[in-house]
Each structure stands twice: as structure tokens, then as C-alpha cells.
T-cell receptor, first 115, second 112 residues
């Protein structure tokens, strides 16, 4: 079956611009979460969506936002880009289980460079 | 903060077993131990998880101590393609939010 698909894979923006990244989860997965990875901070949780609702949010400024559509596809947006937003943005999807183990499947990421 | 402690780096000879340790001394009774790995600039890849018992799959084995305060990921016959950063994560079993807290992981280098 198809994995988690993220688009675009690479993009370059300038400071002050905004960017939208897209994530298509594995078919049947209803939970989508986003992570930012930088050399200095490592992998950090941004937010998680389930059934079109944001269920959890990491410690990022309001410039970072996201949404999930009825087909579980998700987008994240970063407004007023700063140099420090240059990072690999990773999307992960999973089944949502009320208890027990739950495995996240990650996409290949979208590499954002802010100039 | 991450609830796990891992050595920053390890080396292993190709064809030998790679044993990656992880300390999680504050683990709760309902928390699973998960292992993911990340090959350079790719998304993390799930390897294995466990709660109390040792687990084995086609990729690796997971040995969890009886007190559950530490675990070891074993790659039985490491290959050059196993060179990656390996993350050990503990996470509660309740649903409601899929948030993984990644530490810095262990950079495993498999040498020819």
C-alpha cells in the first residue's frame, strides 16, 4: 500500500513569505501529526490532527498552523517565514487506537530553506 | 523532555550484531518502548516496540529488562544500510494524542 506522501519535497522561500506543506496519510489512517527537524533542536512535535480537529499542539509560535480535511489529508502553513524556520518538516500518520501500541508511519519530509 | 537516555554514537562491524542500549528509568506501567531509526535526511522508520516481553520481528529484536527500566535493540547481522540514527521512545498506551518525544538518539555507524 502507498506510504505517507508529502509535497513538495524541496522548496526555497524568502523571509516574510508564507508556505503551505501537504501530507497525504496512509489510506485508513485518521491521525496525522507534524514534526520539525533542525540540526540544533532535533525532531520536535508541531501538532496532531484527528477527524479534522487539532488534538495536540507543540511549543511553536502561532505562525505555525495546520488543518486536516475530511479525507484525512493534512496541510501545515508557516506564515512570515524566518531564517530559523529552515528545516525538514515531517508528517506521520497512524491508526487511532484507544489503547495499546500505535505505530507512526513517517513521510519522507519537505525540506524548506528560507533565504 | 525525552524520557530516555541513549549513547550518542556507536560503531559496529558489518555482519556482526549491533546492540543499542536505552535507559528509561522513569517508565510508567502503561508506557510502551518504541524504536525508530532515521537514515540521513529521510523520515524516521519504525523498527519495533514492546511493553514487557521481549519482541522480535524481521528487522530486529527488543530485549526489555524485567524492571523495564532499560532495553536493548539488537540488529542481529548489521549491514552498511543499517547506518542511521536510532531513537528509543517511551509512550503511554492511551490514545488521544500521537505525540512522540524524540531525544538525540544513537548514531550507529556500520563499518565494512
Amino acid at each position: 500500500k502507498a506510504g505517507v506522501t508529502q509535497t513538495p519535497r524541496y522548496l526555497i522561500k524568502t523571509r516574510g513569505q508564507q508556505v503551505t506543506l501537504s501530507c497525504s496519510p496512509i489510506s485508513g489512517h485518521r491521525s496525522v501529526s507534524w514534526y520539525q527537524q533542525t540540526p540544533g533542536q532535533g525532531l520536535q512535535f508541531l501538532f496532531e490532527y484527528f477527524s479534522e480537529t487539532q488534538r495536540n499542539k507543540g511549543n511553536f509560535p502561532g505562525r505555525f498552523s495546520g488543518r486536516q480535511f475530511s479525507n484525512s489529508r493534512s496541510e501545515m502553513n508557516v506564515s512570515t517565514l524566518e531564517l530559523g524556520d529552515s528545516a525538514l518538516y515531517l508528517c506521520a500518520s497512524s491508526w487511532d487506537v484507544s489503547s495499546g501500541a500505535n505505530v507512526l508511519t513517517f513521510g519522507a519530509g519537505s525540506r524548506l530553506t528560507v533565504l | 523532555d525525552a524520557k530516555t537516555t541513549q549513547p550518542p554514537s556507536m560503531d559496529c562491524a558489518e555482519g556482526r550484531a549491533a546492540n543499542l542500549p536505552c535507559n528509561h528509568s522513569t517508565i510508567s506501567g502503561n508506557e510502551y518502548v518504541y524504536w525508530y531509526r532515521q537514515i540521513h535526511s529521510q523520515g524516521p522508520q519504525y523498527i519495533i516496540h514492546g511493553l514487557k516481553n521481549n519482541e522480535t520481528n524481521e528487522m530486529a529484536s527488543l530485549i526489555i529488562t524485567e524492571d523495564r527500566k532499560s532495553s536493548t535493540l539488537i540488529l542481529p547481522h548489521a549491514t552498511l544500510r543499517d547506518t542511521a540514527v536510532y531513537y528509543c521512545i517511551v509512550r503511554a498506551s492511551q490514545g488521544g494524542s500521537e505525540k512522540l518525544v524524540f531525544g538525540k538518539g544513537t548514531k550507529l555507524t556500520v563499518n565494512p
